[in-house]
């Protein structure tokens, strides 16, 4: 390690800006991104006693978890339903939140018949409603009893061929293709364990829960307890670059300024840690970042309603899915608009916020044609046919619209600093999972992208948990 490079200041500096813990460790650990998952690694090793340095490029925390306020209106612009797995992050953290369970109530449209959403949430007369029948639903559930016993349905080798098998039910394949839409990736490529993501089991969705606060309350109590235990949170304050000497980690770059660690944890996705290494340094990252693929982008529309009988409180969820939702995804995916735009439509029924002026913020997603995001004829039709759509399944809603913001892929980046995508990185199977450890010593990967189990929040958390598992007991040998 070259002598003198440290923190603004040196790492004498450092050491005095952080409390001592209780149980001193030699740790320095420098943690990229200031979302869920850089949180939570930083949570879980503060607490053992390790020293932590996190950096968030944005001006605020939460990445893709976040609740942010567009004129007066407070908007969850990332995630906005939670699974009970999260809460099991926060548990082991002796943290039980400012969370409450919601019921949550969802509309939707898949071929005329009900079903709902999120994942998971599924009651046995809801399955009826979808017309299967008792026979049909007896012979599915045998079915995928049989694909979960067997684990067949991780053997298979996309998505769509355990639709194929388990869902002879064309409408049920529908449903499946509406998730492989949501995740902004193609059916074929998808892992086939999506399909247990489905079925609840995966992120806990059949007990899902609403913070109070909204989105930003998760990663407000994770912060409070990195910052608890002593560790730095530093936001408006990108990484620029990793540096290493002879293919270990030194440190990083921030602002021009050196800053030393011994082990780095990047929650930035494969692409984005290899982008700051130098070229060549790691050829296995580079080749797994290059071979993502590059899903659907989204157009978003943030909606500002007044409370009223079509823009109840506690509707959650519309979506509306069209008429046949596998050949939607190819078209979008062969660059053409189908004839209905799929959408989802969310509103946490507990945003209703004084800070908030009394009215309601609900956000529509729906995806563009791949290759087309930058074209805003195709955006506004796309908005205005969803808006359409919307107001069939909420009868008044265009009526309870106080005001609307439209944003395309770019400008939602730019203003929100994420995609409004789920990535395809975190569901591809042909993609190898880098998992925590790295090519490079003392690199290490947390956080949604670096999770196994999948792009939620429970996901994003679990993985970081076990980064940080993985780190204390190395640091123990
Ligand atoms: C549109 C959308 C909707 C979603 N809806 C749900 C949902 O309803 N329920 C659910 O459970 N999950 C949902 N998810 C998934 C969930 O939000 C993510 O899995 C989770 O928040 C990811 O957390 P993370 O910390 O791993 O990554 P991120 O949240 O992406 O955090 C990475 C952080 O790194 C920062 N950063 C980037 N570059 C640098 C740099 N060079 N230096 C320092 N910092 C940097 C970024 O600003 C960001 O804050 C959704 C995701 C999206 C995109």
């Not at 969370?99 to 898949?110: D, N």
């Amino acid at each position: 390690m070259p002598s003198g490079t440290c923190y603004p200041g040196g790492m004498q500096q450092l050491r005095t800006h952080i409390v001592p813990t209780r149980k001193p460790s030699r740790e320095e650990v420098v943690v990229l991104g200031g979302g869920l998952g850089g949180l939570t690694v930083a949570a879980f090793l503060v607490r053992a006693g390790c020293r932590v340095l996190l950096f968030e490029r944005g001006s605020a925390l939460g990445g893709c978890c976040a609740t942010r306020t567009v004129d007066g209106v407070r908007f969850d612009v990332g995630a906005n339903y939670f699974g009970r797995h999260l809460l099991n992050v926060f548990r082991a953290l002796g943290r039980r939140g400012p969370f409450e369970a919601i019921s949550i109530k969802a509309r939707g449209v898949i071929r005329q018949h009900g079903i709902t959403h999120p994942f998971g949430g599924h009651s046995l007369p809801e399955f009826f409603s979808t017309g299967m029948g008792a026979p049909g639903m007896i012979s599915l559930l045998g079915r995928l009893y049989g694909q979960l016993c067997f684990d067949v349905y991780r053997k298979e080798a996309s998505s769509e061929a355990v639709m194929d098998r388990v869902a002879g039910d064309p409408l049920l394949a529908a449903f499946f293709h509406m998730e492989a839409l949501l995740l902004g990736s193609q059916a074929e490529r998808m892992p086939s364990y999506l399909f247990n993501v489905i079925f609840g089991s995966g992120y806990g969705f059949d007990r899902p829960f609403y913070p109070a606060g909204g989105a930003e309350a998760i990663v407000a109590c994770m912060a409070e307890v990195v910052r608890q235990h002593g560790g730095e949170v530093r936001t408006g304050q990108g990484v620029d670059a990793l540096e290493l000497d002879g293919g270990v980690i030194r440190g990083v770059q921030v602002d021009g300024v050196r800053i030393e660690a011994r082990r780095v944890i990047s929650t930035l996705g494969t692409r984005a840690t290899a982008a700051l290494l130098p070229e060549g340094a790691a050829p296995g990252l580079a080749e797994a970042a290059a071979s993502i693929p590059r899903g659907l982008r989204f157009g978003t529309l943030l909606l500002a309603l007044e409370p009223g009988p079509a823009a109840e409180p506690e509707l959650h969820t519309v979506v509306c899915a069209g008429a046949d939702l596998a050949s939607a995804m190819r078209m979008l995916f062969e660059g053409r608009m189908p004839p209905l735009v799929p959408f989802v439509l969310t509103r946490p029924g507990r945003a209703t916020d004084p800070a908030s002026n009394g009215l309601l913020p609900a956000v529509v997603r729906f995806p563009l044609p791949q290759g087309a995001e930058d074209d805003a004829e195709l955006l506004e039709g796309a908005a205005r046919e969803v808006m359409d759509a919307a107001e069939g399944e909420a009868p008044g809603l265009s009526d309870h619209v106080r005001w609307w913001r439209l944003y395309s892929p770019r400008a939602f980046r730019e203003a929100f600093g994420f995609e409004a995508c789920y990535s395809p990185e975190l569901e591809t199977r042909d993609v190898p999972k880098p998992g925590h450890q790295t090519e490079i010593g003392g690199l290490y990967l947390a956080g949604a992208a670096a999770g196994a189990r999948g792009v939620h929040t429970g996901a994003a958390a679990e993985s970081a948990r076990g980064c940080a598992r993985m780190i204390l007991k190395e640091a123990r040998t």
